[in-house]
């Protein structure tokens, strides 16, 4: 929908770790995404029709990944970084509504993420944890807080937007006076 309202520069966009299943006898939601430019890493190697970058983590490596997303998104465009926990393997992340089994570990996910460091970060999401699905040492909350963490680290150390510029008036400062029966601030 993004694409289609113009607010996505076709062939900037990549998703990264999948390893969804196809249903039916199409590739659809593959073409879709084709058509509005999207470059895909796999997690998994699965083999699909597409002619775009289909590689998986064992094969780049992480370094790779990080490289894939850089060259494809650019440095110099704003970037909007959206994860879904479940590119984490569902055996250290079971707590979300769609487990696949195949996916990156924490670990892996966190280099990725430290790596995207130069890119123009102007917003960022993680989306699709379950804490009904999650174990009793909750640690797809406690991996989520993590990559919520570290994306926000990127984002300060390479600020994408730094906001709009507003002109304000300088601060007043409080003048103190004492008064006969209490003291008082005047503004």
């Known amino acids: 929908m993004a694409s289609e309202e113009g607010l996505i520069a076709n062939g900037t966009s990549i998703h990264a770790g999948l390893r969804t299943r196809l249903w039916g006898h199409s590739f659809s939601d593959y073409d879709h ?35 894939a997303i850089i060259d494809t998104v650019g440095t110099s465009n704003p970037v909007y970084l959206s994860i879904d926990i479940d590119v984490i393997d569902p055996g250290i992340c079971p707590g979300t509504g769609t487990p696949e089994s195949g996916g990156w570990t924490t670990r892996e996910l966190r280099q990725i993420i430290r790596g995207l460091e130069p890119l123009r970060i102007v917003g960022a999401d993680l989306v699709e944890v379950s804490p009904p699905y999650d174990n009793t040492g909750e640690t797809t909350a406690l991996a989520a807080a993590d990559i919520v963490f570290e994306m926000i680290s990127i984002m300060v150390k390479n600020p994408g937007f730094e906001g709009p510029v507003v002109e304000a008036p300088e601060p007043r400062i409080p003048k103190y006076k004492r008064g006969k029966s209490r003291d008082r601030i005047e503004l």
Do not use: P
């Open 33 to 67: 995404d084709e058509q509005v430019g999207f470059v895909y890493v796999e997690a998994d190697g699965l083999a699909s029709k597409l002619t775009l970058l289909i590689q998986d983590i064992d094969t780049l490596g992480v370094q790779g990944i990080i490289d």
